[in-house]
């Protein structure tokens, strides 16, 4: 029976996991499209689904928000920036009034797409009607950071951080290749099974942004053991590219292409340049290709209806 019980909760875990690029397309598309909802305030303290704590930020960003469920997209948008404005239209004693630097830090399980539960501490009153749109983070952030979970040489469970576009993958070199992470809900990428262990002292990593962008950097057995933030160490950063406005208080925010990009270190020297796998214009690729991201969004969601009923059927058969 405990055998039977350990099988349908590892078999069930796996089913969690998060295919790393699988929402790519999706949150591409939140940095064209302007998103309209409802703003509330939950007043942030620590912790949070992003496992964000402490929170790394640009010194630019005002306000932290709990990104709405459908649009969480098992949290590939932690950490990213939005841009939002508010026309002070709504109900409750603290409108919403003014445009603002917004960091995704959370999750608000009952809010609808569109929404934003903002943390202000204290907490504000009222739902306000509200607009955003995703922007790179703004300023001077340094390098990408780390941190890591219950980590060793025998296992390992990566957060990336301080990025100032979202991740898509992280791949940890074996040999002359690389193995891709899976993303967890809670803003990690751990090995499904295909990772050798045990890991060398030093480890060879690529992490990938949405449009593209790749960065190698290492990290060591010591830094994954300590559990705590620790700096790129080869000092690298996504850069903002041709086709993401790195918008500000105040700005429009919208992109323009996203053909070629430059990888910056964190004084912001150049130290790689490449094409994106984007050579045209954001708008004119999503307008190419309507209705990729809800059919990927369906596939997705059938899926995971599938999971959850090979689960169900697993512990019929075991338990009852």
């Given at each position: 029976?405990?055998?039977?019980?350990?099988?349908?909760?590892?078999?069930?875990?796996?089913?969690?996991?998060?295919?790393?690029?699988?929402?790519?397309?999706?949150?591409?598309?939140?940095?064209?499209?302007?998103?309209?909802?409802?703003?509330?305030?939950?007043?942030?303290?620590?912790?949070?689904?992003?496992?964000?704590?402490?929170?790394?930020?640009?010194?630019?960003?005002?306000?932290?928000?709990?990104?709405?469920?459908?649009?969480?997209?098992?949290?590939?948008?932690?950490g990213m920036c939005l841009q939002m404005t508010?026309?002070?239209?709504?109900?409750?004693?603290?409108?919403?009034?003014?445009?603002?630097?917004?960091?995704?830090?959370?999750?608000?399980?009952?809010?609808?797409?569109?929404?934003?539960d903002l943390g202000d501490v204290p907490p504000g009153d009222g739902r306000w009607n509200i607009q955003w749109k995703a922007i790179p983070c703004p300023g001077n952030i340094g390098n990408l950071q780390y941190m890591?979970?219950?980590?060793?040489?025998?296992?390992?469970?990566?957060?990336?951080?301080n990025h100032r576009i979202p991740v898509s993958e992280v791949h940890l070199k074996q040999g002359n290749s690389y193995v891709t992470l899976s993303r967890t809900e809670d803003n990690f990428f751990v090995s499904a099974g295909d990772v050798s262990f045990p890991l060398p002292d030093t480890i060879?990593?690529?992490?990938?942004?949405?449009?593209?962008?790749?960065?190698?950097?290492?990290?060591?057995?010591?830094?994954?053991?300590?559990?705590?933030?620790?700096?790129?160490?080869?000092?690298?950063?996504?850069?903002?590219?041709?086709g993401f406005s790195s918008g500000s208080s105040g700005s429009s925010g919208s992109p323009t292409s996203i053909s070629t990009f430059t990888t910056l270190d964190s004084s912001g020297s150049p130290l790689s340049s490449r094409t994106s796998v984007l050579d045209s214009p954001l708008s004119s690729f999503f307008s190419s290709s309507s209705g990729s991201g809800s059919s990927s969004s369906a596939s997705v969601l059938a899926t995971n209806v599938g999971f959850l009923f090979l689960c169900s059927c697993l512990f019929s058969f075991l338990f009852i």
């Open positions: 029976m405990n055998k039977n019980l350990i099988f349908l909760a590892a078999f069930c875990l796996l089913a969690t996991l998060v295919s790393a690029a699988q929402y790519d397309d999706e949150i591409l598309a939140l940095f064209t499209q302007t998103q309209q909802g409802d703003g509330t305030y939950y007043g942030y303290t620590s912790g949070g689904s992003c496992t964000l704590d402490p929170t790394p930020k640009s010194g630019q960003v005002d306000k932290n928000a709990a990104m709405n469920a459908p649009q969480y997209y098992g949290s590939a948008v932690c508010g026309d002070g239209t709504g109900l409750g004693l603290d409108p919403i009034n003014g445009t603002f630097v917004v960091y995704v830090n959370n999750l608000c399980p009952e809010c609808h797409t569109g929404d934003l890591a979970q219950g980590s060793h040489e025998f296992y390992i469970k990566l957060q990336v951080r060879d990593i690529r992490v990938v942004a949405i449009d593209g962008q790749t960065v190698d950097d290492q990290v060591t057995i010591a830094n994954i053991k300590s559990g705590n933030p620790f700096n790129s160490a080869t000092g690298v950063q996504f850069s903002a590219g041709n």
